[in-house]
């Protein structure tokens, strides 16, 4: 049974998911980046300009790996009840299992919308399921994050660190049921990782993405990659077994000096309070966030060039120059020759307790609760290495509601940009008229763009997809 939850671990950090294709397709479904130059893949192309099709090689990376997820999940709920000779360790692996298949779940409804149910393992090829209604599958989602948080641990000895944790649970808990509405239930499983006392701010921003910062206090979930050392990467999307290189691409695919695929959007570089444009502090977390030409790296003993970072220019506060992710780089302890080639071995986090902090200041507005949503949001600006002045500020004032989401839109960009949050937020908000303007996303079209495209392979093999009055392929496309 470890090795059957061990697999589900597995599938999760390989390529076709963390590893690679996941990130991918939040930041390119996003308005955090653009691209870096006219290297960037058909496939990531046509997510970042808004031309996707079912037949989008990235997209059906990550539903094929989500539902291997699923299965391998199932695999090992439906088993628990033939294990007997240690209660506590089966309740808890069913447990982890339970959290990954709701986390497998929350991606596919936040993205696709209605998909196929499959709580049992697929047994035979015509065990075909179809699309269910957002609805029952953010009650699946629900009922297995609160099972999994009633038995997780909240801490794990040195050997366990990246296993699933009770406030892993519930934050992903207070993530799901905010994108479904529910913000009362989502600000109580938030408030249940607040008041654990198991998490707090790292002091140095900058911190939360060092290699050796990994399983900090500030992380509620993140994934475990480990560099071996020989350059090694597993491309071979569905070959996750142990002999297999456990490495991340993220450093390679972003970095200033190597492929640099992906960078840092105008509309991200330029949200940052500066005193240029007015405010009372330059934030330090601009800095922190991106590499600019001038920057050091090699433990400040090298210099970051124009010359150095291939393909596209930023203009930050109208100056033309050349701006790349600082965030998940390893560039800050490598050589040029060094990070040229080097996918590696830095945990990817995917929910740091600022991001709960801040989840909870949406709740409390929405929930006509200004002044706690107010304090949640000046206590991720009292991080001691940042230090912001506190809402209100002269460009943020905080008044009435609307004013308050304004500034938690603010500060999500400040604090999470680049960290695959964007574009779930954009979906959430675009449904609650939050952008009255032109829409974040400069090629959306209604009843397209809100939601990705069903694969093809999957309407072309379940021929019950859509059967239940939900059609097969979501509109547009």
Request: hydrophobic share 45%.
């Given at each position: 049974m470890q090795k059957g939850t061990n697999a589900i671990y597995s599938v999760v950090h390989s390529a076709g998911l963390i590893a690679r294709e996941w990130y991918f397709l939040h930041d390119l479904r996003s308005d955090d980046v653009k691209s870096g130059g006219g290297?960037?893949?058909?496939?990531?192309?046509?997510?970042?300009?808004?031309?996707?099709?079912?037949?989008?090689?990235?997209?059906?990376?990550?539903?094929?790996?989500?539902?291997?997820?699923?299965?391998?999940?199932?695999?090992?709920?439906?088993?628990?009840?033939?294990?007997?000779?240690?209660?506590?360790?089966?309740?808890?692996?069913?447990?982890?299992?339970?959290?990954?298949?709701?986390?497998?779940?929350?991606?596919?409804?936040?993205?696709?919308?209605?998909?196929?149910?499959?709580?049992?393992?697929?047994?035979?090829?015509?065990?075909?399921?179809?699309r269910a209604t957002e609805a029952d599958v953010y009650a699946l989602i629900a009922q297995d994050l609160n099972d999994a948080a009633a038995v997780l641990p909240e801490t794990y000895a040195a050997a366990d660190l990246g296993r699933i944790t009770k406030g892993a649970a519930n934050a992903l808990l207070g993530r799901a049921l905010m994108q479904n509405g529910d913000y009362a239930g989502a600000r109580t499983a938030l408030k249940l990782v607040e008041n654990s006392g198991q998490y707090s701010l790292m002091g140095n921003y900058l911190q939360n993405f060092f290699e050796e910062n990994e399983f900090n206090d500030e992380s509620v979930f993140e994934i475990a990659f480990f560099d071996r050392g020989d350059n090694g990467f597993s491309w071979g999307y569905t070959s996750d077994g142990s002999g297999e290189p456990q490495s991340t691409v993220r450093n390679q695919e972003y970095c200033p000096v190597a492929w640099r695929n992906l960078i840092p959007s105008d509309r991200y570089l330029n949200e940052f309070e500066n005193t240029a444009t007015g405010a009372a502090k330059t934030d330090p977390r601009f800095a922190m966030s991106v590499y600019r030409t001038g920057d050091t790296y090699n433990g400040g003993q090298t210099v970051l060039t124009d010359a150095n970072q291939n393909g596209n220019t930023s203009t930050v506060n109208g100056v033309v120059q050349k701006v790349s992710?600082?965030?998940?780089?390893?560039?800050?302890?490598?050589?040029?020759?060094?990070?040229?080639?080097?996918?590696?071995?830095?945990?990817?986090?995917?929910?740091?307790?600022?991001?709960?902090?801040?989840?909870?200041?949406?709740?409390e507005n929405e929930l006509n609760n200004p002044g706690p949503a107010v304090d949640y949001l000046n206590m991720v600006r009292d991080r001691p290495g940042v230090l912001m002045p506190h809402y209100p500020t002269a460009q943020f004032p905080t008044g009435n509601k609307t004013q308050i989401q304004a500034a938690i839109m603010h500060e999500k960009t400040v604090e999470l940009g680049g960290e695959e949050i964007r574009a779930r937020d954009i979906v959430r908000w675009r449904k609650k008229g939050y952008f009255p303007g032109a829409d974040p996303l400069s090629y959306f079209v209604a009843n397209r763009d809100e939601l990705l495209p069903i694969p093809q392979q999957e309407i072309d093999n379940n021929p019950l997809l859509g059967a239940q009055g939900i059609n097969a392929q979501n509109s547009g496309y």
């Open positions: 290297q960037l893949e058909v496939p990531r192309a046509q997510l970042l300009n808004g031309a996707v099709t079912p037949a989008n090689a990235v997209m059906n990376s990550v539903w094929n790996g989500l539902f291997i997820v699923i299965h391998r999940s199932n695999t090992v709920i439906s088993n628990g009840p033939n294990v007997t000779d240690n209660d506590a360790l089966r309740d808890r692996l069913v447990a982890e299992a339970k959290f990954f298949r709701a986390w497998a779940y929350f991606e596919l409804v936040s993205m696709w919308g209605p998909v196929p149910i499959y709580d049992e393992p697929v047994n035979s090829p015509n065990d075909f399921q179809s992710w600082r965030k998940y780089m390893l560039l800050y302890k490598q050589t040029f020759d060094q990070a040229q080639f080097n996918p590696g071995g830095n945990n990817q986090r995917i929910i740091r307790y600022a991001e709960v902090l801040l989840m909870l200041a949406e709740c």
